[in-house]
């Protein structure tokens, strides 16, 4: 007959062990208090030897804190939030954290209903790239109940409280037509999934922290062009889904429509994947008759040929710092956060080369 399992050890039986108080085993495993790091070490191998782990959710009363943090994102198998990701966890696992992870599919009905079941695990802080920058009430409640939040990649500017943790995209967009420019070109098209909003004043700076990244990258390809005297043209912005085989008929159009193009930029990775098998299909020589750049930076970018020239972001340490500031809130919910952004880098490839003559002149 086999043997019942034994209990689970206590606190009173490492305590024990160790030859010490409840109290003071408790300080030790906890870390909290004043113990000599004799008496932890001792505290710590007795509940080594034991198997002792502590209780979770008895702790979280005594201290208000359940150490975990939520993650809400669009989408877990986008390549820039799967690489934030990594960030976040590492940035967790090194402050004694465990994250909950959850994907809404850009669905705001799946993003409320995910935070409503992260408050109600009482969860420290929730690190969010919010659906919506407008509907936000399931964010702005978040404060008074406890809950630190950091907004990832994305505004919420009702949501007073939190941080913003995000690329400058304004600027970031800025460099790959500044590198265009700078090459010679000035017919330059751009494939993206935002619309021009109507009375945008490019020249303002901080219009692009209100802006999701996609129309924050279309403002930084327009003020680029109006910083080096190049008129803006609406005829050469191709609006596209977020999807490679929309992409690849937005391109087509463009460059069926405007034969003097002489560039075409990016506004992400999925959008220049598009469009590089346009103009493989169209037969047009990628850099020699039109020279073609993309954000974020991607593994299949250097396994075609020509390799892909870029504007990488810095995903990683985007979900490092999303997750630090996330604790320094919950350290200090009484201060008020700000934003931060980080600078993106242009990666310069096989794909751009200064213009030789206008596609219809060799047509």
């Known amino acids: 007959m086999s043997q019942p399992p034994l209990p689970p050890a206590t606190i009173i039986d490492v305590a024990l062990k160790a030859g010490v108080s409840k109290s003071t085993a408790a300080r030790a495993l906890a870390r909290y208090g004043s113990v000599s790091p004799k008496t932890r070490e001792r505290v710590q191998k007795a509940a080594d030897e034991l198997g002792y782990q502590p209780n979770a959710l008895a702790r979280s009363m005594i201290t208000g804190r359940t150490r975990t943090i939520g993650v809400v994102i669009p989408d877990v198998g986008n390549h820039f939030f799967a690489v934030a990701m990594r960030g976040i966890s590492t940035a967790a696992r090194d402050a004694g954290y465990e994250v909950l992870l959850s994907s809404t599919e850009g669905d705001l009905a799946l993003e409320r209903r995910a935070v409503e079941l992260l408050a109600g695990k009482r969860v420290d802080g929730i690190v969010i790239a919010p659906v919506s920058t407008e509907e936000t009430e399931h964010l702005e409640r978040l404060e008074s109940q406890g809950i630190a939040v950091t907004l990832l990649d994305r505004p919420a500017p009702k949501v007073k409280a939190a941080s913003y943790i995000s690329v400058n995209h304004v600027e970031a967009s800025s460099l790959a037509v500044n590198h265009l420019i700078d090459l010679g070109h000035r017919d330059i098209g751009i494939v993206t999934e935002a619309l021009m909003p ?150 310069v490839r096989d794909s751009t080369a200064r213009p030789r003559t206008p596609l219809a002149a060799d047509r």
């Open 198 to 347: 109507e009375g945008w004043q490019a020249s303002v700076p901080e219009e692009g922290k209100k802006l999701r990244p996609s129309a924050a990258r279309l403002l930084g390809y327009v003020n680029a062009l109006q910083s080096a005297g190049i008129r803006y043209r609406d005829e050469y912005v191709a609006h596209s889904a977020y999807a490679k085989a929309a992409a690849y008929q937005a391109t087509r159009r463009l460059i069926r429509d405007n034969p003097g193009l002489t560039a075409i930029y990016c506004t992400d990775s999925e959008l220049s994947a598009g469009a590089f098998a346009a103009l493989q299909d169209l037969e047009i020589a990628c850099p020699k008759d039109m020279s073609l750049i993309g954000f974020d930076d991607q593994e299949w970018a250097t396994l075609v040929r020509p390799k892909l020239t870029v504007v990488d972001q810095p995903s990683h340490q985007l979900g490092m710092a999303a997750t630090n500031e996330l604790l320094l809130a919950i350290g200090a919910p009484q201060d008020r956060r700000g934003d931060r952004t980080l600078s993106g880098r242009l990666i």
